[in-house]
């Protein structure tokens, strides 16, 4: 269960990934962004990009799921050096949970200050309509009550420390600054703040489970995003997430509607340029350790 030495996705096969990739391009990204189900276009935003094939990438997972195109792209937004996962890894792909937070180490190993995650998600709470875009405060890690922890096995202290706080997971100052941006950019309407709770997938919810979640605190349910944040805020980066909420979650028995992955895609297509106005207009005025002003 828990990754041996030599598992590959230990420190060395981390930083072994990482060199190669600062061998391949002159990019140092400060800022690393992951693209949801169907939000890949977010990667289309960056200038002057290099572009890697997941396959071609030693140590890195392959995507599985239609909706997510399976490339790293390097690049600059408004003169911010980036990196973007076009697609992302989850647990029902089969990889081990380790496998699929493996690009949170290879980005702080790059040189990454600040993660930007996105999703598409379900909404559970009745105020939310399909198209709402829900900033991430805190989350639900349904499998890790289950020991489905990436941080589990061994600890490595050159990444972090054992017992990592996650009540400050998700950055408030940068809560404030999505929904400061939104507000200038007039998206106040569909702009929520919530709660995700994470499952395992690949199953969407039966009734029962979306009722339950709900009464439990849960405002959207996916299956991704909590891993890579645990990961990465285990190795000190800066947390942003958002849900685009693509469905609303089925909570009535007499209810028609089916969760399906087609209306997910879809519902990422209408929204994906308002996503990359927000998600650019807040990488331009985010601080790093270096000015690109
Ligand atoms: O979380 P992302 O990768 O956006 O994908 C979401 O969309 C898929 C279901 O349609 C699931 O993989 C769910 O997690
Ligand atoms: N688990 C889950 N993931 C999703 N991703 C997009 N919509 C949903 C949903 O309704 N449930």
């Known amino acids: 269960m828990f990754p041996e030495q030599n598992s590959g996705y230990g420190y060395e096969d981390c ?75 989850h647990l029902y ?41 829900m900033i991430i405060k805190d989350h639900i890690n349904m499998p890790g009550f289950a020991g489905n922890n990436p941080l589990a096995g061994p600890n490595d202290d050159r990444f972090g420390v054992r017992f990592p706080c996650m009540s400050d997971a998700y950055d408030r100052e ?7 941006v939104g507000q200038e950019l007039g998206y106040s309407d569909f702009l929520k703040e919530g709660v995700y709770c994470v499952l395992g ?12 979640l709900h009464r439990l605190g849960a405002d959207a349910v996916g299956m991704s995003t909590v891993h890579e944040v645990i990961t990465a805020r285990h190795c000190g980066m800066r947390v942003f997430a958002l849900s685009l909420i693509t469905n609303q979650a089925v909570m ?4 028609k509607e089916k969760a ?13 340029k308002q996503l990359e106005q927000l998600v650019s207009a807040m990488v331009t005025r985010i601080e790093h350790s270096q000015n690109y002003a």
Not at 174 to 180: G, H, K, P, V, W
Not at 201 to 212: H, K, L, Q, V, W
Not at 260 to 272: F, I, K, P, S
């Open 201 to 212: 997938g690949p199953s969407f919810e039966t009734i029962a489970e979306c009722r339950m």
């Open 260 to 272: 399906n992955h087609e209306e997910v895609l879809q519902t990422g297509r209408q929204r994906a």
């Open 93 to 133: 792909e089969g990889y081990p949970i380790q496998k699929i937070t493996l690009p949170m180490r290879i980005f702080k190993l790059l040189g990454v200050e600040t993660v930007m995650l996105t999703n598409a998600a379900g909404g559970l709470n009745q105020d939310y309509k399909v198209g709402d875009v």
């Open 174 to 180: 940068l809560q404030q600054l999505a929904m400061d």
């Open 252 to 255: 009535d028995y007499e209810s």
């Open 15 to 89: 930083k072994a990934t990482a060199d190669w990739l600062l061998t391949q391009t002159d990019i140092r990204p400060v800022v690393g962004i992951v693209c949801g189900s169907g939000l890949g276009g977010l990667a289309d935003m960056l200038k002057d990009q290099v572009v890697f094939n997941y396959k071609d990438i030693p140590n890195f997972p392959q995507s599985t799921v239609r909706g997510h195109a399976g490339q790293l792209v390097f690049g600059t937004l408004k003169g911010r050096p980036c990196v973007c996962m076009q697609g992302r890894f």
